[in-house]
T-cell receptor, first 114, second 114 residues
Framework: DSGVTQTPKHLITATGQRVTLRCSPR?????VYWYQQSLDQGLQFLIQ???????AKGNILERFSAQQFPDLHSELNLSSLELGDSALYFC?????????????FGPGTRLLVL | GDSVTQMEGPVTLSEEAFLTINCTYT??????LFWYVQYPGEGLQLLLK?????DKGSNKGFEATYRKETTSFHLEKGSVQVSDSAVYFC?????????????FGRGTQLTVWP
């Protein structure tokens, strides 16, 4: 158990819908990362937050957004969903976001868009 | 830009065989290097890491040495077990960047038969 929790574990929805994925980092970790894992793209970095502020953006679509709340949990919002958004979404956390730190991953949310 | 290339799978071995999974990287700065493992239906777990040249990371019988001259971080294990069946990901953090994101390889599926 990494100490990072993600809910829900599975999500099935229809095209055009909007969903929210939730992540709670390890106790004491200030930095949260979101990654998308799909068969064709592999593991892709989406976005990073540090202590409530956006720090870095990767391959995140405009239909996707995220935020980190004062209690440090984070939510990833996916809207106008398309079939191609079906993937495993991971959250990870680290202490301060420094490059040599280990990132600890949650179990992921598996999203299926029908 | 930063990137990681790892050998294509799947890799199929008999129990007690020797394992090597090749990983090479490109980095604009001076990276930290990681191997993560993903067991079926689970999230990513850190297997080992190395933060400077010639460092050897090791864990659970797995080893990898940070080779700056060949920009490589190959994963090895002398005697694999059925329980090692999983997907292995090589990853880097660019320490020259203020951003903490990981760059992942495409993953290598390992199956070990009894």
């Amino acid at each position: 158990d990494s100490g990072v929790t993600q809910t829900p574990k599975h999500l099935i929805t229809a095209t055009g819908q909007r969903v929210t994925l939730r992540c709670s980092p390890r106790s004491g970790d200030l930095s949260v990362y979101w990654y998308q894992q799909s068969l064709d793209q592999g593991l892709q970095f989406l976005i990073q937050y540090y202590n409530g502020e956006e720090r870095a953006k990767g391959n995140i679509l405009e239909r996707f957004s995220a935020q980190q709340f004062p209690d440090l949990h984070s939510e990833l919002n996916l809207s106008s969903l398309e079939l191609g958004d079906s993937a495993l979404y991971f959250c990870a956390s680290s202490l301060a976001g420094a490059s040599q730190e280990t990132q600890y991953f949650g179990p992921g949310t598996r999203l299926l868009v029908l | 830009g930063d990137s990681v290339t790892q050998m294509e799978g799947p890799v199929t071995l008999s129990e007690e065989a020797f394992l090597t999974i090749n990983c090479t990287y490109t980095a604009t700065g001076y990276p930290s290097l990681f191997w993560y493992v993903q067991y079926p239906g689970e999230g990513l777990q850190l297997l080992l890491k190395a933060t400077k040249a010639d460092d050897k990371g090791s864990n659970k019988g797995f080893e990898a040495t940070y080779r700056k001259e060949t920009t490589s971080f190959h994963l090895e294990k002398g005697s694999v077990q059925v329980s090692d069946s999983a997907v292995y990901f090589c990853a880097l953090h660019d320490r020259g960047s203020t951003l903490g994101r990981l760059y992942f390889g495409r993953g290598t599926q390992l199956t070990v038969w009894p």
